[in-house]
């Protein structure tokens, strides 16, 4: 089981960087696939970014591609999302996830644990 805490989050201006973090907790962090999810005001949560155990495989959604970029470290159990260029279309919570499947995955339903958000506002 793993337990996970984001931070980073906050309100910008449209064209500025903030950098998400996830903190997981539990001795077997590097055998979780990780994954970024976002929901905006009157939206569904949607797949952001993923990474694999080992960092050697990512996908991203095609809205954030070239501008976001996910990342880990596996010896202090960490997950990142750098995020540059940001529109008001990025406006949302941030859930940071975890699965143990192998492959990268997209839909939720493939996450069995999930941090509590952390809200980003992007807004002139």
Partial sequence: QV????SGGGLVQPGASLLLSCAASGRTFNSYLMAWFRQGPGNER???AAIAQNGDM???SDSVKGRFTISRDNVKAMVYL???SLKPEDTALYYCAAAQRLGIRTTISEYEYWGQGTQVTVSP
């Fill in 58 to 60: 990512t996908r991203y």
């Fill in 3 to 6: 337990q996970l805490v984001e």
């Fill in 46 to 48: 949607e797949f952001v």
């Fill in 82 to 84: 750098q995020m540059n």
